[in-house]
């Protein structure tokens, strides 16, 4: 198991009552299995079927993306700049 | 030249006119993106904005570069504000200027929906009862399911 530290913001941060979280993912870790621990905390049930998720301030493409510990995670809420 | 920010401050549309106009430039183009008073049928009082700063801020600078790429000479700043809104206050400013007026307007349309599309910043919009919620577009017509 690895520890994965997780930005959250907005709607998201509300949802899971903090601006980051640490989940316990299984190696190798990708952006799916991520997002599955994240979906069982309380309050992860409002992330949608594939919920936008950032590493090193880029946009993932794809579930099966690769993480690690280290790298600065970020689940993404729907965007509303402008 | 590309200067992009996100800013806590109001801001200076003037300086940004003035920053990328140039001898060179022959037009000029500012979009301004501000606060309105009724969103989704319900009167808004003010926003609140929010951002994961340091990816919108890569993404802002991202999104100028790609721009200037389909447009070499372009000169663009971009400005996104965060923290608490009033009605009219600019929320974002996109002042591009190029030698001819087609890269120019073409590079503000070109940023703005990029921007709407993909740089981390967030809204909650306060409205008039007193009560509060987080925009999402993706939820288009569909009614809100919380506050």
Same mark, same amino acid.
């Given at each position: 198991m690895t520890q994965l530290q997780v930005l959250l913001f907005a709607s998201? @941060?509300? @949802?899971?009552? @903090?601006?980051?979280?640490?989940?316990?993912?299984?190696?190798?870790?990708?952006?799916?299995t991520l997002v599955?621990?994240?979906?069982?905390?309380?309050?992860?049930d409002v992330l949608p079927a594939t919920p936008l998720v950032a590493v090193d301030r880029r946009f993932t493409r794809g579930e @099966?993306?690769?993480?690690?510990?280290?790298?600065?995670?970020?689940?993404?809420?729907?965007v509303a700049g402008g | 030249m590309i200067r992009t920010a996100i800013v806590e401050?109001?801001?200076d549309v003037a300086a940004l006119l003035s920053e990328v106009t140039s001898p060179a430039t022959g037009a000029t183009t500012l979009f301004l993106g501000t606060v309105r008073d009724v969103n989704d049928g319900r009167a808004v009082t003010g926003i609140e904005y929010t951002a994961y700063t340091a990816m919108a801020s890569d993404e802002l600078q991202r999104i100028a570069v790609e721009a200037s790429d389909h447009a070499p000479g372009l000169r663009i700043v971009i400005e996104h504000r965060i923290g608490t809104l009033s009605l009219t206050d600019v929320s974002v400013a996109i002042a591009v200027?190029?030698?001819r007026r087609a890269p120019a307007l073409d590079a503000s349309r070109f940023v703005?929906?990029?921007?709407?599309?993909?740089v981390p910043i967030w809204k909650?919009?306060?409205?008039v009862e007193g009560d509060w919620h987080w925009v999402d577009p993706t939820a288009a017509t569909a009614s809100v399911s919380s506050a």
């Open positions: 998201y @941060a509300d @949802a899971f009552g @903090a601006s980051q979280v640490t989940v316990s993912v299984a190696e190798p870790a990708t952006v799916s599955d621990a994240l979906r069982a905390l309380p309050g992860g @099966a993306v690769p993480v690690r510990a280290g790298q600065e995670i970020a689940l993404i809420p729907p | 401050r109001a801001i200027a190029h030698a703005i929906e990029e921007l709407k599309r993909r909650r919009e306060h409205y």
